[in-house]
Structures are given as structure tokens and as C-alpha cells.
């Protein structure tokens, strides 16, 4: 199953995925979202077993819920990677297949935050951009080549926007669709991409 | 495809498995040692056609498993030129893959060129040089050349031609192609650059009203740019990749070389 | 009149009797056709490296069956014509052979009425070639070669060919455990082509014998006695039976039973 992919920009952040749920060749949704919300700006995207994704997301609902009823105050991208980490590390001999992605700005220093992890939790920081996935290695390809320091956020949007896209084209796993999210300090905006519907 | 077979041959020369294929392990307790005459010496090119140009490129790494053998070995080539040097050459192709099959590859072309030449007594078209390299391919369908070959040129009309083939000599005419160990992260690249998918007029309408943009030949300096950033960028991702990038750019008065240095890590 | 084509031009059974299969060399041996499949006696790495005027190119004397020893005189460097040396690793049969098949060609090339020989180069083109060739038949020379000398206009030429017809070039080369050890020591006296013209003979020579010596320490299947060739403009200059110098096995001071220390 496919790609979310995050990428940083000046002041923000974007994460995107593909909307394609599939049986190795056989499509069984095309509407089938990978990117879950933990806060007003923390994100996180799941690639893998898409019963993983699941479990994995709800578990994180749980786990953030509570972090927040005894903290009484929103979790940090910073602190959320963390928790992803040791969550993922203590199923180490019996993980969960998923590569999470996370992405968010944090509250205090208004630094945007993104960073990805293997399935058993260990965290790849990263200052330009974070691919996970079916699509990784196309993602590599187009991101590295699409991506610059300090992109504004309608900028961020476009870079990320093509990156997904083209990648996603190439690859016959993926596609079907994109959901994009940028991530201001105080605004988030989501967009929907139609993208091949093949 | 199942050619590369992973062998530990003997302490003083490399196992050639590939980073694709990854290794096989055989039935438990056999242990099977065979030779394989095949390797994976990595590398990528690309090819872009443009209105009266063909620019193909390739990095000068040739590696073996995680050792680089040489910084420079090209897998772009002259091909048909009147000397060693390729000079008065027309066409050039480029070859991924085993590099022993690669050399293998460009010497029976180049001398299957310079032979029609002698007895046509005319340089020979890239459409019927292409369809030569099929026949060459296809040739040994059943013992392949582990290499993915592509061609450039100019062809009867004046315009760049680029042709693209796979193992067994199915090939194809295309606009732009990108081949080898890091073909999966630049053919996308290529794809939103050369021919701008996923691009849109802007303004021209919303949501399935919106109009594509039409890919338009490119300038010959706009493509160098963008072989020279598909290729810095694959260097980053793709350990096989890297140490020198070798453009040849065939117009009509012929093929032009340029190299420049890439990052050696 | 025989209908089957099988049986056309062929001598008639009638009255030449059946054919005699046990003719054909290859059922003499019950069985396929047997090809080497894996090397027996092999010789370790071989080192080499460009210099402004020519190229310094090294092995030991050792040749192994499996982990032993067995033959502690065997020279592996072979001299071709005037300025053409090859160095040999893997198979000590097959380089055996490959000696022989170029030596009669350069008997072949003698005959000439041009008095050229074959340079470095050339031996190069041919030698990957016929292994090429042989990979083909997937019936390999088992070996790894250096080929060091002039080129035809008298530049320094260094360039390898392995048991799959596989060819590059650089400005410092080394085979099997040397490509790991030594090379990356030789790449810092010239990491590339347009470097070798500050490379002095002494200071290749120096660092040819350094790397080797560092291939003794850790390459089990090593000897301290090599031979070590030096090819210029003036010709070859072939030692054979030279000893590594300066040997430190300090940082084995605790361990007992080899190097200095026996017992």
C-alpha cells in the first residue's frame, strides 16, 4: 500500500498521501486516506499492512487522548515522534508493518517538525523531506530534485502536489488520488487531488 | 528477471550479485556453487530528445556489489565514428547493467555501422540503427545481454530521435527515458519536466476543467539543466550512482561531449 | 534410398556399421562435459599503480589450495614483449594457460615484418576478449588481471579484466582482498588521471610495497615474499623474489604463535 510523504517548508509544513488501498495488484478502495490528525498541527501518515494502519492510528488516538487529558495541553510534533518511536520498539520481535510518518508545527518554538521511522520505531530526522511507501524510491527521485530551502506554504503545496503526483504515476501500486496537507502556525488547509484514476 | 545468480567464487574476486535481486538463499543444507556469468555493475542513464537534438547521459561510477571498481568508465558511447575516438560519429547509445555485456554490446553495433557504411556507402539512419540493436538484442533471446540499452540520434527529418530497449530487444521511440539502477527515482522527474504531467494551465478552469499543459520541445540548455538536477539528485538516494556525469548531445553537425564532476561518496 | 532426412549425408549404417559414440572426446568421460565451476590453487591480490612515466605493479609469491600454503615460489607476474606486464590472480591453471596462449602470441607477433609488438593496450583488448569469450561458453579462466605497461604512444596504461570479461581503468588498481585493503591506501596517491603527473616512480613504488605489506597483516591467503615489476619507457624492471621490509606486529603484542613471536 502506498505513500505518504511529508516535506518541510519556511513556517510550515505539508504531508500528502495517495488514497489507493490495494491486495498487492487488485484495487479494493480508492478512498482510503492514510494520514491521521493528533492535534491541532500534529500529523501522522501510515504506509503498510493496511490492518497495521488501522490498529496503529487508533492505538495513537488512544495514547494521544490520554497524553492529553493528564498533560492538559496538545502534544508536540517532538513528542509524538518519540511516542511513535517507543510504542513501534516495544513490538521489536513482533512489530506492527507500518513506516509512520510525522508532521507538525510546534507550538512553542513555531518550528515545523517532520521526521519518518522504520516498522519497529526508529526515527530518521530529516530537514528537507520524509518519503514512505510503495512509491519511496520514485519519491526520492522527485523530491530531491522538485524540493528547496524555505518553500512558502502555497509553494510548499505546489512542490508537494507534483512530487506525489508524478511519483504515484509511476508507480502501479499507488495513485488513485491524493489528500494534501499544509501546516501553518494557527491554520491548516487540506486539499483534495483527483490525480489517475488508473 | 532471474539471471544473477549470488555466489561467493573465491576470496580474491567479487561476488556478483545485484542490489536488485538481493540474495537468494538456496534449498537448506545444499549448498550449491555455481558460476554466473552475469554481474550488476550499476549506474544509470537517461536520454531526452529534443526538436533538433538528442542529449544522452550517463554517471561514470562502475561498481561491483559495495566496491567501486573505477570513478570513470563510460556507458555512453560513439557510435559509428570513423577512429577510436568516435569522431564523425552520429548516433550514440548508452548501456546499464553488466558492463562486460555492454562493451560486448557497443563493438558489435559499432562495427554492424561502420559496415553498412562501407557497403552502402552512406551513413546509416538511427530508425534502421535502432531496429539493428532489436535484431542484435533479440539475437540471443535465450543467453541475454543483462544490459537496458538506449539510442539517440537524429533522424531523416532532422529532429531528435531517442530510442529506448529492454533486455530481449523490445524497444520503443520516445520522447524521454531514464534506465538503470536509479531509473525509478529520475523517470518520474522526467515525467513531470519533459513531458509536465500532472501540470495545468493555470486559471484555465476548476476541478476537471482545468486544461493540461501540452509538453512543447525544450531549449537544449533548459534539458542539460534538467540531466544535470535528475542526476544530482539520484546521487543523493542511490548509492550506485555518482563520481562523474557524461552528457553526449548529438545535433546535426554532429556529437558533443560534456562532463562534469559529481559527488564521489 | 533412406526418407529421413535424419540419416542424409551420413555414412550408412548397412554398411559402414552404427556410428561409434566412444570417438566423441566428451563421452569419454561418462557424464556432461565438465567446465571449472570453482577455482583449486589460487593466487591472492595483485596491486598496481600509475606514475607520471609508466606504472609499478606488485604480487606476492604465494600460491593457496583452500587455506593452505602450497606453493611459496610461484611468480605471478608475466612479462609481455617490451613494455607489457600482466599480474595474475584466482586460478594458478588458468593463469598458467593464459601465460602460455600469450606467449605464443607473441612468438606469432615476432614473426611479423613490421617489428611492432603488441603494447599494453593491445595485450589488454585481447586478453578480455578471450575472457569474455570463455564466460560466454560459461567455461571461465577463474582468474582476476591487472594489465600494466606503455600504450601505444608511450603513456602509462593500467587496466584490469576479471573472470567475467568485466574491464576498467584507473589510476591505481587492486584485485580480490586488495580492492578492500590496498586500494583505498594507493587512491590517495592519485585519485584520478589528471593527478598521476605529480606521482614520482619512488613514491608509487613506496606505496606498492606499503599496501602489500598491509595485505600480509590481515589477507590470510598472503606471503611477505613477492615479486614487483616497474614498467618505463627504458623497458621492465622485474625483482621476483623481494621481501617486505619493516615489518610491525605491534599491535599483536598478545598474541602468541605467529609473527615474531612463536612461542
Known sequence: ?198 | MAFIHPSSLLPSSNPSYSFREGIKSSAPGIQEHRFSPYADNGGSTLGIAGKDFTIIAGDTRQSSGYSINTRYAPKVFRIGGDDDSGTGAKIILAVTGFAADGNALKERLDSMVKMYKYQHGKDISVKACAQRLATILYSKRFFPYYTQAILGGIDEEGVGALYSYDYVGSYEREQCRAVGAAASLIMPFLDNQVNLKNQYVPGSGVGHDLKAKAAEPLEQSHVEQLVRDAFSGAVERHIEVGDGLQMLIATKDGIREIYTPLKRD | MNHFPHGWGRPRDDIYGPYDHTYLSHSQSSGPNQHTQQPAVTGTSVLAAKFKDGVVIAADNLASYGSLARFTDVKRLHKFGEHAILGIGGDVSDMQYISRILNELDIDENYGSTGNTLNAKNLHTYLSKVMYARRTKINPLWNAILVAGLDGVGRPFLSSVDLLGTTFSSPTLATGYGSYLAQPLLRKLAETEDEVANVTREKAEKAVREALKVLFYRDARSLDRFSIAVVTKQGIELMEDEQLEGQSWAFADRIKGYGTQVN
Open chain 1, 1 to 198: 500500500m502506498a505513500n505518504p510523504m511529508s516535506i518541510i517548508g519556511k513556517n510550515a509544513v505539508a504531508i500528502a498521501c495517495d488514497l489507493r488501498l490495494g491486495l498487492q495488484a487488485l484495487t479494493v478502495s480508492n478512498d482510503f486516506p492514510k494520514i491521521f490528525q493528533y492535534g491541532p498541527d500534529v500529523f501522522l501518515g501510515l504506509t503498510g499492512l493496511a490492518t497495521d494502519v488501522q490498529t496503529v492510528s487508533d492505538l495513537f488516538r488512544y495514547k494521544v487522548n490520554l497524553y492529553r487529558l493528564r498533560e492538559e495541553r496538545d502534544i508536540s510534533p517532538q513528542t509524538m515522534a518519540n511516542l511513535v518511536s517507543t510504542s513501534l520498539y516495544e513490538k521489536r520481535f513482533g512489530p506492527f508493518f507500518v513506516n509512520p510518518v510525522v508532521a507538525g508545527i510546534n507550538r512553542t518554538t513555531g518550528e515545523p517538525f517532520i521526521c519518518g521511522f522504520d516498522s519497529i520505531g526508529c526515527i530518521d530526522f530529516a530537514k528537507d523531506f520524509i518519503v514512505s511507501g510503495t512509491s519511496a524510491d520514485q519519491l526520492f527521485g522527485t523530491c530531491e530534485a522538485l524540493w528547496q530551502p524555505d518553500l512558502e506554504a502555497e509553494d510548499l503545496f505546489e512542490t508537494i502536489s507534483q512530487a506525489l503526483l508524478s511519483a504515484v504515476d509511476r508507480d502501479a501500486l499507488a495513485g488513485w488520488g491524493a489528500h494534501v496537507y499544509i501546516v501553518e502556525k494557527d491554520k491548516v488547509t487540506k486539499r483534495l487531488l483527483k490525480g489517475r484514476q488508473d
